[in-house]
């Protein structure tokens, strides 16, 4: 690093350390010592430096913190996430934007135990990671707010309809001062009202706006006027335009697929439904952070009423249902409001319109979070390849022509025929027969990210293109 600093002639501004960060940034605390910037990117989890940083950036400062333990943070080990970020994960289609607020809500919780804050900039998640860009400030008066900014989440575990609880209340009396008191709950009864089934409990994550639409909106102004300075350039615009559009005061969100799959019908076109909440008078977005998502103010009533219209457009068979099942119980009450599917010019979303690179598809063969880089460097990338050249035919045995492959695939009962949603009819490579008794599929509640059409097994590293 010394040579590199040298050979570039930035002597003077570059002052490398090999040294525990944290004890770098505990050196740093004293007001005119601390930093302007810190930006955390450690392999695995941020979660040991973060008490360090937030102490050791300077007052406004920027403090930026990207986390690869999505696993962690999506909810696939809720304790896990608890003992690092001092919240709970639940598996949820809104899982990526959850683990945004699970780390600006451990942010905050940290800086608070020193009187700072934090205020977000812009949270991405993207590709296998998240980052989280915010300000630190200091100030005792408003470090009070802090508990009424966080809140936990219930979320059903029949139909997935969530409920934000407050940790604390802010209430502003005449005279403008704000009075702090306990939050009253809980939002929910304690069945779903439904489909009648139980609540998990997530959180507390953060609850207030994730971005701060000045910010984005400026870097957003920069990048387009300025194309050729990064090769990403499209993806940022992309990212960026969706999330200038996202609702800015409605935590979370469902997906489309997530909505039908629970009645087990027909999905609605994304234009459709969200047509329909405008028309009944509702707000809604996309999410930078899921394709599909459907992020409204309109209340989970609302939007199961609109649910049921469709059904109505191309009903489900009630006898192929269980009665105990969420897609019975929410089918058996009447919708109390007609929704309208007519599509509306306001429903098509400018960044969609303009048809900017949104989201995009993995670049290339193996693209992910790569092995922690061990002495010896390079080697390893190419021991991987190696390795994963020798592993590949021991898993699935030797290479199979077409329509063996298409045989065993057919082996397998299509998830999306049994939610009532495959388009592929009989051209589906996967079993449109009724499962036996003995098949059963996976009930994991898999991220949305993850295409769940492919069935556990052999077949998965060589699923066919789906999606
Ligand atoms: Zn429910
Ligand atoms: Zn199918």
């Known amino acids: 690093m010394r040579r590199n600093v040298q050979l570039n002639n930035v002597g003077h501004l570059v002052q490398p350390s090999h040294a525990d ?3 770098l940034m505990y050196q740093h605390q004293r007001v005119s010592e601390r930093f302007d910037v810190i930006d955390l990117d450690p392999y695995g989890s941020p979660a040991p430096f973060l ?3 937030v102490q050791a950036v300077s007052e406004g400062g920027l403090l930026c913190v990207t986390c690869t333990d999505m696993a962690v943070l999506a909810g696939n080990s809720g304790e896990t996430c608890y003992s690092k970020y001092g919240a709970m994960a639940l598996k949820s289609r809104a899982c990526h934007e959850m683990a945004l607020r699970i780390v600006l809500h451990s942010l905050d919780l940290r800086a608070n135990c020193y009187q700072r804050f934090v205020v977000p900039l812009l949270s991405v998640s993207a590709d296998f990671y998240v980052r989280v860009f915010v300000r630190v400030f200091t100030g005792q008066a408003k470090v009070k707010a802090s508990a009424s900014k966080q809140a936990l989440v219930f979320q059903c575990v029949g139909c997935g309809t969530f409920h934000l609880q407050r940790l604390g209340k802010a209430s502003g009396d005449p005279g403008g001062r704000v009075k702090f008191s306990a939050a009253c709950g809980p939002p929910v009864t304690s069945e779903c009202e439904h489909c009648g089934q139980r609540h998990q409990l997530g959180g507390p994550v953060w609850a207030e706006p994730i971005h701060n639409l000045d910010f984005v909106g400026r870097i957003l102004g920069a990048v387009s006027a300025n194309p050729s300075r990064f090769h990403t350039s499209q993806r940022i615009q992309g990212v960026l ?11 979370l969100y469902y997906t489309l697929g997530q909505l039908s799959a629970t009645i087990h019908c027909n999905t609605p076109s994304l234009l459709q439904l969200r047509s329909a909440l405008l028309h009944a008078g509702f707000r809604v977005s996309l999410s930078h952070a899921c394709k599909n998502a ?9 939007l199961w009423d609109i649910m049921r219209c469709w059904e109505k457009e191309c009903p489900v068979k009630r006898e192929r249902l269980s009665e105990t099942s969420p897609a019975f119980r929410i089918l058996s009450v009447e919708p109390r409001l007609q929704a309208n599917f007519t599509i509306r010019d306001d429903a098509n979303p400018s960044s969609r319109q303009r048809g900017l690179k949104r989201f995009q598809a993995n670049p290339e063969a193996n693209w992910g979070p790569r092995p922690r880089a061990r002495p010896g460097g ?3 990338g190419e021991a991987m390849e190696e390795r994963r050249r020798l592993m590949q035919n021991k898993r699935k045995e030797l ?9 065993r695939l057919k082996m397998f009962p299509c998830k999306r025929f049994k939610e009532g949603t495959c388009p592929r009819g009989d051209q589906c490579c996967y079993s449109h027969s009724p499962p036996s008794p003995g098949a059963c599929a996976d009930a994991s509640t898999d991220c ?6 492919s069935p556990p097994g052999p077949g998965s590293a060589t699923r066919p293109g789906v999606d």
């Open 241 to 251: 335009s969706v999330i200038t559009e996202e609702l800015p005061d409605v935590p």
């Open 448 to 453: 949305a990210e993850t295409p769940s059409h």
């Open 399 to 407: 290479a199979e022509d077409p329509a063996q492959r298409a045989a």
């Open 21 to 23: 960060a944290r004890m």
């Open 378 to 380: 390079k080697a390893t």
């Open 294 to 302: 459907v992020k409204t103010d309109a209340p989970p009533s609302t």
């Open 51 to 53: 008490d360090a940083a």
